[in-house]
């Protein structure tokens, strides 16, 4: 009776092993497609980044992270003398502050305003940078110009809203007004496009080519946090290094709108900028579908979560305000027409802590002035 009872339970071992070795096999076989676990790729952080930052489209939150990452670092910046690349030329080299005293110098990070182009950008910052822009829809690009810009452009002069300029487009808008470009598809002007090409024909399918080409992620304002994440997953860079707060933003009482019938008159106006925004909407969301819908929502979060720790940790709101008498409350100089919010600090912030608090909110001409004088 025993040794029949162990005949029959040594049967058993043997098939239970042999099912296990099965599974096992079937595993090591079907891992790359049924996905068992995703670990992250191993990776490189990206030292050589180009940042495009184009107009009135959240760059300013951008730019401040990308300060923040180098700063930590010690990485160097191509910087510029003042408070632009050249702008609006098309960007040289030797616009980068002592670049032509020193040409074989390594930059790490160029990311102030420039008027993209790319060999010379090469230049700078090398061959293996990563490059990556920013867009925003065109209509909200066009009001936040009108307002900020107010000054500054000849066609925004003298009328007093945004529907006084496109009720009058053709004869307001004279090209060789100086500034007149930040009132005409100038997102396609920043990234060194020819806006006055017009809307229709082979150039423009040609130029979005060259912009698919020359940049290797766009983000869109619209959807800062899952472009963060792209983001973060490009330069290989923590997701601690993507935490922002929203700087440089107008408040509330400042933003326009306009009817529908004018809302169409300024999008063939800007043509051109609906095209690119178009055309990278698409691509951005296919990125997120190869990157993975339920990862990005839980990374989205993991974000999120990361962001209102360190907020807890230096804000006394989280939502930005117009106006604090307080020493604490930092913030960019009202510009134009427009009255740009800020940050309360906390009061019990002290060494190590306080300046990163401060760092996160800093405007982003004292932030350029402190790495000026880092840098010599």
Partial sequence: MFSCWKRRTGKIFLMLVVASC?????RLVYLPTVNWFSPEVPCTPRKHVAFMKTHKSASSTVLNLLYRYG???NLN?????????????????????DFAKNPDKEYNIICNHMRFNLPEVKKVTGNDSFIFTILRNPDSVAESAFIYCHNDVPAFRGLKTLTEFVRNLEKEFKLKGSNNHLA????WFDLGGDAEAGAEGPHVDQTLKEFDSTFHLVLLAEYFDQSLVLLREALCWDMEDMVSFQLNARDPSTRTSLPPDLLSTL?????????LYRHF???FWQRVERYGVDRMERDVQHLRHLRQKIQDICLQSSTPVAKGKSSSYIKSPDYGWAK??????????????KEMCIRMILPEGTYLNRLQRKQG
């Fill in 22 to 26: 099965l599974t096992f096999v079937a």
């Fill in 71 to 73: 700063d930590a670092k």
């Fill in 77 to 97: 910046f191509a910087l510029p003398p003042v408070n632009h690349l050249g702008y609006p030329n098309l960007f040289r080299a030797t616009f980068v502050k």
């Fill in 184 to 187: 005409h598809n100038v997102l």
């Fill in 267 to 275: 999008q063939r106006w800007n043509a051109l900028d609906w095209h």
């Fill in 281 to 283: 909407n698409m691509s």
């Fill in 340 to 353: 740009i919010t800020g940050y309360l600090l906390k009061g019990n912030l002290t060494g190590q802590t």
